[in-house]
């Protein structure tokens, strides 16, 4: 077990300096550009690639960090650059991830190596799981895989919604059910490869914020993969179905709750990205406020911006803390007895939110326009309480867990 200490290592500085030296030479000076053209970054996402930073290996090596702050480091700096820039160039890692978790190593070479390209040929992936009618509700999930034995074939139809990269992806991962009676342990991640007939983009969603980044619906028409393109294989899903449905028998709710420590372990990035954007924004503030005068002095000397400030700060040390905690926890294997994961999204998410808005207020009406960059900061914040579970769903996890009631 890693020793826990609040110092980063050596090598984690020179990574955390790295990422920041990109953040602040490529991705900031191009921030408001794609923010206003709301399209994929494909030049940053290229420069990113030539250095190293979109790749899978640099990602293995961050999730493997035997200190669990990896992950949450290289979040927090990208998402301090842009937001929508930052979620074009880790929204890949979703569906790799997913493979990750749940492929077989044949799938893991092939696949994952097709998802991100190379520096000369960058291709992006989508991982498809919310629907119209099944976003936090995972158990109402629509979308069917049913299975041709005699062509050894997934035959998918459904649409999904709020798709990072969908649409636009070399590769799509989606999430389909199998076993309708088993809820969300009857479902299955499959593989959809390129040009595959049958899928589509849908709507193209025009955002609030993080516009940088394409989200969109994708559709699937009588989509029809190969046998091995079931992540982990036949065997095992069946395997794992007659589990799941010996469990259900014996009691549905621990099921559920095995499910719900899966979702926890992924929070504390979402909750690093959203350190990212409030730390943006606080540095934003305290630069203006120490330079910007009114009636002879800095604004800073004032108690109402000053103590605001101090606010701000110090909310933002507590989300990180936070997130560090729940990240150290996940790569130990602690046991999340009360929800350490949603603790560390759902503050860190309020968190981002309150900031930017405070960093406006402290700017005043410059900060009310697109001249400086804290409105577009405070459109982003507003999705981290909305996307990897809502804080609502988040507070619900939590009262769940402390209590041990079906709190509702």
């Known amino acids: 077990m890693a020793e826990f200490t609040m110092e980063l290592n ?18 900031r000076p191009a921030a408001a550009e794609w923010d206003e053209r709301e399209e994929t970054p494909w030049p940053v996402i290229q420069e990113a690639a030539k250095v190293g930073i979109y790749s899978l290996d640099f ?21 301090w650059g842009d937001a929508g820039i930052a979620l074009s ?11 990750l978790a749940n492929g077989t190593e044949e799938q893991i070479g092939t696949w994952i190596p097709q998802m ?6 960058v291709k992006v992936a989508a991982f498809c ?11 109402s999930m629509r979308t069917r895989a049913v299975y041709d034995e005699a062509k050894d074939e997934w035959v998918i139809n459904g649409t999904k919604t709020w798709a990072t990269n969908g649409g636009i992806a070399n590769v799509h ?65 069946d395997e794992r179905l007659a ?34 954007t409030a730390r943006a924004a606080y540095e934003v503030a305290l630069d203006y406020a120490t330079t910007r005068e009114q009636f002879g002095r800095p604004i800073i000397d004032n108690q109402g911006v000053a103590f605001q400030l101090a606010d701000m700060r110090t909310s933002i040390d507590a989300a990180r803390l936070l997130v560090w905690r729940a990240s150290w926890m996940a790569v130990n294997g602690k046991p999340f ?65 402390i209590s041990g009631m079906s709190v509702r």
């Open 10 to 27: 050596d090598e984690q500085k020179e990574v955390r300096d790295w990422l920041h030296g990109f953040a602040a030479d490529v991705i």
């Open 59 to 79: 990602y293995a090596q961050q999730y493997f960090d035997p200190t669990g702050l990896g992950i949450p480091m290289a979040m927090e700096e990208l998402f």
């Open 89 to 99: 160039i880790v929204g890949t890692g979703l569906a790799a991830v997913g493979v």
């Open 116 to 121: 991100y390209g190379d520096a000369s040929d």
């Open 129 to 139: 799981s919310s629907e119209p009618d099944a976003g936090s509700d995972v158990a």
């Open 173 to 237: 991962v989606v999430v389909a059910v199998v076993d309708p009676e088993l809820g969300s342990k009857g479902h299955a991640s499959f593989i959809i490869p390129p040009n595959t007939p049958g899928l589509a983009q849908g709507q193209k969603f025009k955002k609030h914020g993080i516009r940088a980044s394409h989200t969109a619906e994708v559709v699937l028409d009588n989509v029809r993969v190969p046998g091995s393109c079931l992540l982990g294989g036949k065997e095992k899903l």
């Open 243 to 276: 589990r799941a449905r010996e469990k259900a028998k014996k009691g549905g709710e621990r099921v559920k709750n095995a499910a719900m420590a899966t979702f926890e372990a992924s929070r504390p990035a979402v909750g690093a990205m959203a350190v990212g």
């Open 337 to 401: 007895t009360a929800a350490e994961g949603s603790m560390s999204k759902l503050f860190a998410s309020e968190t981002a939110k309150k900031v930017t808005a405070q960093a406006i207020q402290i700017l005043g009406g410059n900060g009310y326009t697109r001249e400086y960059p804290v409105e577009r900061m405070h459109r982003d914040a507003a999705i981290y309480t909305i996307f990897e579970g809502t804080s609502e769903i988040q507070r619900l996890v939590i009262a769940r867990t």
